[in-house]
């Protein structure tokens, strides 16, 4: 059973690129992220040490956080934002549960740079080929 202020994988899995999913944030230190540099689809890195500059910008949103285990930094970023106006909860298990559930995860080097406030730019290189409907009748 999951602990108080913790979200279960298999609820996350589902929610993970819907409307209604919440913002994602990876707070594993630089080392751990060093030695694993994917991240779930969606997740954004944050520093843990600076959540006190940073947990404003989630005040009234759904985030779930996640670390390597799913215990202190974790826990301590979620209850920072929580303090914050943030409905947040932390990733029960981790990164590392993340994984051994088989869950797919975006390696970094794959995604564009960010820009100061953090966005990125999509870019297609193709236009959609839009065809008419063969009139009805």
């Known amino acids: 059973m999951p602990a108080l202020n913790t979200i279960?994988?298999?609820?996350?899995?589902?929610?993970v690129g819907t409307a209604k999913g919440p913002a994602i944030i990876d707070v594993r230190t630089d080392e751990d992220f060093a030695?694993?540099?994917?991240l779930i689809p969606g997740a954004v890195r944050r520093p843990w040490a600076e959540v006190a500059n940073w947990a404003a910008d989630y005040r009234g949103k759904g985030v779930v956080v996640a670390c390597r285990e799913g215990h202190k930094l974790?826990?301590?970023a979620a209850a920072w934002l929580r303090q914050a106006g943030a409905d947040a909860e932390a990733l029960d298990g981790g990164i590392h549960a993340?994984?051994?559930?088989?869950?797919?995860?975006?390696?970094e080097s794959a995604l564009p740079p960010r820009d100061a406030q953090g966005r990125t730019v999509w870019v297609t290189r193709a236009r959609p080929k839009l065809t008419a409907s063969p009139a009805l009748g």
């Not at 030695?35 to 994917?38: H, L, M």
């Open 8 to 15: 279960p994988i298999d609820k996350l899995v589902r929610l």
């Open 35 to 38: 030695a694993d540099a994917r």
């Open 74 to 76: 974790s826990q301590g």
């Open 98 to 107: 993340w994984i051994q559930a088989g869950h797919p995860l975006v390696p």
